[in-house]
C-alpha cells in the first residue's frame, strides 16, 4: 500500500511559479509511473503530467507544455511539479497519483495511488 503526500501548493499571481512535491511511503517509489492531476468543482481529474518508473520518459497535457516540468528522485521518493507562467484557468485541487503500470497513462482511471491534493490558486 503506497501513501502519497503533496505540498507546496499555495496562493500565487499569475505569471509566477509554484513547485509541488509528492513524498511517497509504504513502497517502492520506482515500481510505479507517477502522474500530477487536477480538478475544479463540477470537472473531471484532468490529467497535467506523468513519468515513467525510470524517470527517463515525461508526458504532459498540451496545455501545460513548455511551462510545466515534472521529475522524480529516487533516494527521496518523491516527485516533482514545477509550474511556471501560471494562469488563473489553472486554479484547481492538485493530485499526485501512483500507477502500477509500465506505461505513462493519462486517464485517472489507470491510477492505483493517490493523495489528498494540494491547493493551488492563480490570482489575476
Known amino acids: 500500500q503506497v501513501q502519497l503526500l503533496e505540498s507546496g501548493g499555495g496562493l500565487v499571481q499569475a505569471g509566477g511559479s509554484l513547485r509541488l512535491s509528492c513524498a511517497a511511503s509504504?513502497?517502492?517509489?520506482?515500481?510505479?509511473?507517477m502522474g500530477w492531476f487536477r480538478q475544479t468543482p463540477g470537472k473531471e481529474r484532468e490529467f497535467v503530467a506523468g513519468?515513467?518508473?525510470?524517470?527517463?520518459?515525461?508526458t504532459y497535457a498540451d496545455s501545460v507544455k513548455g511551462r510545466f516540468t515534472i521529475s522524480r528522485d529516487m533516494a527521496k521518493n518523491t516527485v516533482y511539479l514545477q509550474m511556471n507562467s501560471l494562469k488563473p484557468a489553472e486554479t484547481a485541487v492538485y493530485y499526485c497519483?501512483?500507477?502500477?503500470?509500465?506505461?505513462?497513462?493519462?486517464?485517472?482511471?489507470?491510477?492505483?495511488?493517490w493523495g489528498q491534493g494540494t491547493q493551488v490558486t492563480v490570482s489575476s
Open positions: 513519468i515513467s518508473r525510470s524517470g527517463i520518459s515525461t
Open positions: 497519483a501512483a500507477d502500477r503500470s509500465i506505461v505513462i497513462h493519462t486517464s485517472h482511471l489507470r491510477y492505483d495511488y
Open positions: 509504504g513502497g517502492t517509489d520506482s515500481m510505479y509511473c
